[in-house]
């Protein structure tokens, strides 16, 4: 659904990173990985639109016709969230759509509160959706985030670092919920965590050295 052609970006004449070119498959789970100040959240970044790559080019297609862009879904870097911002977990959950306005311009307010209560209930938060961010554990937060980020039925999820800060029971629980939405959706997934991801994932690229490598099939999946 996506293809990067020779991708390059450079930050005040300082080349981040040059000759990414890689494609991700429906229902593909991609593993980004690469040393610190290798450009993976720019990368991503780049992938989402929010910014535009000095050289090569983004393609989107959807049922092998070539399209402007895809929906996606967005949980960026724990360190992003803003804990202290007085927002309940449900009001987080909605800005889900509110990203996605056009997607919804169609559908009733009342359609839009059960996509709301699906996702809560799909990453087990439903008796926490008046609870203020601010009280949540990491776990609980970062389930949140990626109730928002998939509240859309998004084509594509993009994580970066989701990971992080997390014990291993959550961080299972975290990649299990992934596995699921990857029979929906394509997901890419940032990491520093190569050796848990693969168990997981079906194909990894590494920023550091512009390889790709398939794990697993996306075959009839």
């Known amino acids: ?30 593993a980004v990985v690469g040393s610190n100040g290798s450009g993976k959240t ?30 996606m879904g967005y949980l960026p870097q724990y360190s992003q969230i803003d804990r202290l911002f007085p927002v309940t977990v449900r009001d987080v959950v909605k800005m889900g759509l509110l990203c996605n306005d056009n997607l919804w311009n169609p559908f009733t307010s009342k359609q839009q509160d059960i996509a709301i209560d699906n996702a809560m209930q799909r990453m087990g938060l439903t008796d926490m959706a008046h ?19 998939i509240v859309s039925r998004p084509h594509v999820i993009i994580l970066d670092e989701p990971d992080t800060y997390l014990d291993n029971t959550s961080e299972n629980r975290m990649y299990s919920l992934l596995k699921e939405l990857n029979n929906e959706c394509a997901i890419v997934l940032v990491t520093h965590d190569v050796d848990n991801a693969l168990q997981y994932v079906k194909s990894v690229y590494s920023l550091d050295d512009k390889s790709y490598v398939r794990v697993q099939s996306t075959e009839n999946r």
Do not use: W
């Open 42 to 71: 720019t990368l991503m970044k780049i992938i989402l639109g929010l910014l535009k790559p000095q050289c090569g080019q983004v393609t989107f297609q959807l049922d092998g016709v070539g399209v402007p862009s895809l929906s």
């Open 131 to 149: 609870s203020p961010i601010g009280v949540l554990s990491g776990g609980e937060l970062q389930r949140t985030m990626l109730a928002r980020a």
């Open 1 to 30: 659904m996506i293809t990067l052609n020779n991708i390059g970006f450079s930050y005040t004449g300082h080349t981040l990173f040059e000759g990414v070119t890689l494609s991700i498959a429906r229902r593909d789970f991609l």
